[in-house]
């Protein structure tokens, strides 16, 4: 932080900038190589369209390109879910920590810099880095996946719901958040990384446990087919005469297969149900799940400010 007192009009964000620029160079460079892949990717799946394999198809070798798509369709998938949440929490630990760790904070401080004008400026400067690439990163990853053979099918999958949507770049900024606050508890910089990591590993696990009940889920009722196939299925069973409902009762025991009014009366049921959250439920849940990360980011970043109002002398 001595760059302030060497040009003080440059102004503490300049000096954040200059501070950490191989950091942020090295997450331009990753976003550009992110994007590059992803094109490469739509690339492919064009070829895939040209000609499925299968029935109609071209063979073997249209075959061997569908899956070498989808397997680094995946691959994508699960890195963009996955890797920026990481880089958020070790940077907001790391540009926060060293400087706790070091003493410069504590030297800019007495350069006409306040506390709460370092803290914000630190949290700032990598946020907008960190949102920007996994923003263009995230809309990039949709338009492929949307433009590929299956069309986005596998929606509700964890990672696919992340990379796709916009609770990715919430959680990165959760991430950032949550670095910073331990930072600013633990003062040490290698501790803070693995408690912000754990903290946003636990977020991430959370939200995948809680997001069937963000929304009011559907019931269809009758028997299942193969469009239960692409919703995101709570739970299945029958409808007995008098209204309960039962999960779990299903036809797999049937000596006839196929026979359902049967099966239905051999179990006392009238009827098969089941409980799903079809496609329109994909925006809404997505858009109340950024609103609730967002909310713990706003959170954490309040804590971060507060913890550091009682440690200044």
Same mark, same amino acid.
């Given at each position: 932080?001595?760059?302030?007192?060497?040009?003080?009009?440059?102004?503490?964000?300049?000096?954040?900038?200059?501070?950490?620029?191989?950091?942020?160079?090295?997450?331009?460079?990753?976003?550009?190589?992110?994007?590059?892949?992803?094109?490469?990717?739509?690339?492919?799946?064009?070829?895939?369209?040209?000609?499925?394999?299968?029935?109609?198809?071209?063979?073997?070798?249209?075959?061997?390109?569908?899956?070498?798509?989808?397997?680094?369709?995946?691959?994508?998938?699960?890195?963009?879910?996955?890797?920026?949440?990481?880089?958020?929490?070790?940077?907001?630990?790391?540009?926060?920590?060293?400087?706790?760790?070091?003493?410069?904070?504590?030297?800019?401080?007495?350069?006409?810099?306040?506390?709460?004008?370092?803290?914000?400026?630190?949290?700032?400067?990598?946020?907008?880095?960190?949102?920007?690439?996994?923003?263009?990163?995230?809309?990039?990853?949709?338009?492929?996946?949307?433009?590929?053979?299956?069309?986005?099918?596998?929606?509700?999958?964890?990672?696919?719901?992340?990379?796709?949507?916009? @609770?990715?770049?919430?959680? !990165? *900024?959760?991430?950032? &958040?949550?670095?910073?606050? +331990? $930072?600013?508890?633990?003062? /040490?910089?290698?501790?803070?990384?693995?408690?912000?990591?754990?903290?946003?590993?636990?977020?991430?696990?959370?939200?995948?446990?809680?997001?069937?009940?963000?929304?009011?889920?559907?019931?269809?009722?009758?028997?299942?087919?193969?469009?239960?196939?692409?919703?995101?299925?709570?739970?299945?069973?029958?409808?007995?005469?008098?209204?309960?409902?039962?999960?779990?009762?299903?036809?797999?025991?049937?000596?006839?297969?196929?026979?359902?009014?049967?099966?239905?009366?051999?179990?006392?049921?009238?009827?098969?149900?089941?409980?799903?959250?079809?496609?329109?439920?994909?925006?809404?849940?997505?858009? @109340?799940?950024?609103?609730? !990360? *967002?909310?713990?980011? &706003?959170?954490?970043?309040? +804590? $971060?400010?507060?913890?550091? /109002?009682?440690?200044?002398?």
């Amino acid at each position: 932080m001595t760059t302030l007192s060497q040009s003080p009009r440059r102004g503490l964000t300049w000096a954040v900038l200059r501070l950490h620029r191989v950091p942020l160079w090295a997450w331009t460079a990753m976003a550009i190589a992110g994007a590059g892949g992803l094109i490469w990717l739509y690339e492919l799946a064009q070829e895939v369209h040209s000609g499925r394999c299968g029935a109609g198809g071209t063979g073997t070798l249209q075959c061997a390109t569908e899956m070498r798509y989808e397997g680094n369709e995946l691959d994508f998938a699960h890195l963009l879910a996955w890797l920026p949440c990481g880089i958020a929490a070790c940077a907001g630990a790391a540009l926060i920590g060293r400087e706790l760790e070091d003493g410069t904070a504590t030297l800019a401080w007495t350069q006409s810099v306040s506390p709460v004008r370092w803290l914000a400026v630190k949290l700032a400067v990598p946020a907008v880095a960190l949102l920007a690439g996994t923003a263009v990163l995230t809309v990039m990853f949709r338009w492929v996946w949307v433009s590929g053979p299956d069309g986005g099918v596998n929606r509700w999958n964890s990672e696919y719901f992340h990379a796709a949507g916009t @609770v990715g770049p919430a959680y !990165v *900024l959760l991430g950032l &958040a949550l670095g910073a606050l +331990a $930072a600013l508890l633990m003062r /040490r910089t290698l501790p803070a990384m693995g408690l912000a990591l754990v903290g946003i590993g636990l977020a991430y696990k959370l939200g995948d446990t809680v997001r069937s009940s963000l929304w009011p889920a559907s019931e269809v009722r009758g028997p299942w087919d193969a469009t239960l196939n692409h919703v995101y299925q709570l739970d299945l069973g029958m409808i007995t005469k008098s209204g309960e409902h039962i999960s779990g009762l299903n036809c797999s025991d049937q000596a006839v297969p196929g026979d359902l009014s049967t099966c239905l009366s051999d179990h006392g049921a009238v009827d098969f149900y089941a409980k799903i959250h079809p496609t329109s439920h994909y925006w809404p849940i997505q858009l @109340v799940e950024t609103g609730i !990360v *967002l909310t713990l980011a &706003a959170a954490a970043v309040a +804590a $971060a400010f507060w913890v550091l /109002r009682r440690r200044l002398p």
